[in-house]
């Protein structure tokens, strides 16, 4: 199911004036609220979110958005998290993630305190904050920025706004990633922020990624397959169980659009094979490739794994094919672990035909 509308643009007059108006209602005058502001150097505080969306943790199949109602997710969907790295400006800004929104008022709090409920537009910022930081440490705890090279390790942008679809799209020549608010707010799961995430990491690792149709469709699949070991790997840190099968993308955002259960706007453990199953659309197409990693973290382990693929996609061209980027993982495998991590990748593609 394609919900994502890529290669949107957007009037560059509408944008300078959001950002001006943005910049205008985020950056206190000097003096005015220097009083109240943390102490310099408070880089953490704590924040209310969802792990990784309420479908999953509580296992409640039957949750609907009702109108962005509070009472429509339980209280026990809600977990108290460290936020870590903030600039101790008192808003959402930091190392990792700098969340503006354009709409209700920009999250502000002088100890770092950020306790919102979903009706709450602050309590999606507050999940943004969140995930993108923790999507970016997760890829530091796998040795990119020390071992390996750095990937997207900058403070993202993150925008929040009231477009009428579930919209949500990584705008690569902007750099920022925009989370949209049809159906269920994309900002209230966690799967849609690192699923954007993930395209904001391949255009940090290959300007121009996307090119192609097989490329587009890989973008898409590591988009689902990031957020689902990012979400996995949040929710153990945490204790938060998951009480949806895992493979399932996006668990909370989908009962607006999914009327079987369990709700996935995508899943990573299908059966697709190429090329007789591939469509022409990249979100369906993408699903062969996303079900190759799910296996290779199936053989390898997620740390290995995670570190090969996405090691390995600092070599994909522009407008890469399956094959060609299939091949460079497997070449990728072999370098860091070997011939039996090589092969064990290969068998991966071998499954989806695409090696
Ligand atoms: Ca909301
Ligand atoms: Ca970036
Ligand atoms: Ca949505
Ligand atoms: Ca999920
Ligand atoms: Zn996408």
Known sequence: MGLEVSNMRIPT??????????????????????????????????????????????????????????????????????????????????????VRSETGDPAYSPTNTFAYTRSDDRFEQVMAYFWVTEAQLYLQSLGFGSELPPVNMESQDVRINQWGQDNSYSWDKHDVIRLGKGGVDDGE??????????????????????????????????????????????????GVPVKAPAACVADWDAVSYTSTVPHCLRRIDKDKHYPEDVVGRVHADGEIWSRALWDIRGALGAYKADRVIINAQFGFAPDTSFAAAAQQTVNTAQQMYGSAAAQAVRAAFEARGIL
């Not at 003096?31 to 296992?59: C, D, E, L």
């Not at 890989?218 to 949040?234: H, P, S, W």
């Open 13 to 98: 007059a509408a944008i300078g004036l959001g950002i001006l108006l943005l910049a205008a209602c985020t950056n206190p005058q000097p003096g005015v609220t220097a009083q109240v502001k943390p102490p310099a150097g408070s880089s953490t505080g704590t924040g209310r979110v969802f792990i990784t969306n309420p479908v999953q943790s509580t296992g409640d199949q039957s949750l609907t958005d009702q109108k962005d109602s509070d009472a429509a997710v339980p209280a026990s969907a809600y977990y108290t998290v460290a936020l870590s790295h903030l600039d101790g400006s008192g808003y959402l800004q930091g190392k990792w993630a700098n």
């Open 189 to 238: 799961d966690g799967e849609v922020i690192v699923h954007e995430y993930g395209h904001a990491v391949h255009d940090a690792q290959v300007a121009g990624f996307g090119a192609s149709l097989e490329a587009g469709a890989i973008g898409e699949a590591f988009g689902d397959y990031l957020a689902v070991t990012v979400g996995l790997a949040v929710a153990q840190k945490y």
